[in-house]
């Protein structure tokens, strides 16, 4: 019943400052679907990233010069290195075959270079634990005697990481910036509560009223407050997450790429306790030098 009252004179306080109200929700909406928004793009990158990973290869092309004891030496020695998953030797018979099905449609092509197949070196490939670990074995391998060329997809390994570390400040900047400016509005629509009710406050408190029986129907006033605007973003993201994580895509196509619902789930809980936390946060300024014990 006490309950029951407390949340009826918070549900009051709203009604009186609709405008207000309205502001601070849009505040905590739009900033809560902005990092919301990214935390889905950034997992769509990661998962490219994560693709990478699987098919990521450092090309290293052999020197004719080397005998088939030498690459065996070689092809162990770059096995032995710890951010090396795999090490494949693949010969020129075999870069032949390659060619003939890369350039299938290009006959005369395959032509020339079936008259000296000696053109195609031998070589190594190697596959990273992971993408990113790419430069570091490019950069070993180039100083190898015996090697006459490194090659891997650098400049789109780099793009990805970058991409992706870009999102993350993005992320923390909004919830900083647009996280005070809700904080500052839901603090506001506080203190205009108070300041309208403040004849009453005096009364309640002259008849025995303690602080806390005053202060918390502004609690949750601001913890209403700041579930609204997160609920509100959690359902436009929810039904825009597919078109989101297509944004950045790098699969063939991107309206293939479904975004889990286990990781929606858990991500909307977190939005909503952030909602929460910053309403209940913008209360407590705003109460911040009244009712004091």
Known sequence: MRFQYLLGQALSNLRRNVLVVFAAVVAVFVMLTLVFGTIVLRWSIDEDIGRWDDNVRVIAFLSDDLGLDD???LQAEVQSWE???SVTYFSKAEALIEFRELFADQQSLIDVVEEDPSVLPASLR????EAAAYAEITDRLVVIPGIQQVSAA???IDALV???DRLRTFAFWIVVVLGASAVVLIANTIRI??????DEISIMKLVGAGNWFVRIPFLLEGLLEGIAGAALAVLLVWGVRGS?????STAIDPASVVVP????LRQSIIVLGFGAGTGLMGSAFGMWGFLRD
């Open 162 to 164: 970058a991409r992706s």
């Open 244 to 248: 989101i994580a297509g944004l950045f």
């Open 83 to 85: 951010e090396v998953e």
């Open 193 to 198: 509560a108070i300041f309208a009710r403040r």
């Open 154 to 156: 650098d400049e789109a």
């Open 126 to 129: 190697i596959a990273p634990r």
């Open 71 to 73: 690459i065996d030496a």
């Open 261 to 264: 619902f286990e990781f929606m």
